[in-house]
Nanobody, 124 residues
C-alpha cells in the first residue's frame, strides 16, 4: 500500500486545514487508518484513527472538538479536518495504515504503511 498525504500549508491561528491521504489499493477500505504528527526534536505522536467502516473513531485529547477524521472508501481516502488551529499544532502530519487490527489504535507499532508526510505551519 502506498499512501500520499496532501493538504498541508501555512495558516494563521484559529484557521482551518483539511488534510487528505490517498491509498493506492482498494484493500485500503478494510483497514484502520490513522494520522500522526511530529515536530523537530520530538517523538511522533498519535492524532486520530478510525475503523474501516467509520463506526469507531479515536482521537487524542488535545484535538478533541477541533479535529475530525473521516474517510471515503470509494475513493480510498482518509481525511483530517483541522479547525481552530493553534501554533502548537505545527508539525509534519503523517497518515498510516494498520492492516492487522479492526480497532483504531494509538500505537505507532500497529501501523505498517506510512505516507510521506505533509507539513502544517500555524502562525500566531
Amino acid at each position: 500500500v502506498q499512501l500520499q498525504a496532501s493538504g498541508g500549508g501555512l495558516v494563521q491561528a484559529g484557521g482551518s486545514l483539511r488534510l487528505s491521504c490517498a491509498a493506492s489499493e482498494r484493500t485500503f477500505s478494510t483497514y484502520v487508518m490513522g494520522w500522526f504528527r511530529q515536530t523537530p526534536g520530538k517523538e511522533r505522536e498519535f492524532v486520530a484513527a478510525m475503523s474501516w467502516s467509520g463506526g469507531r473513531r479515536y482521537s487524542a485529547d488535545f484535538v478533541t472538538g477541533r479535529f475530525t477524521i473521516s474517510r471515503d472508501n470509494d475513493k480510498n481516502a482518509v481525511y483530517l479536518q483541522m479547525n481552530n488551529l493553534k501554533p502548537e499544532d505545527t508539525a509534519v502530519y503523517y497518515c498510516a495504515v494498520d492492516p492487522d487490527t479492526r480497532v483504531p489504535s494509538s500505537r505507532q507499532n500497529d501501523y505498517v504503511y506510512w505516507g510521506q508526510g505533509t507539513e502544517v505551519t500555524v502562525s500566531s
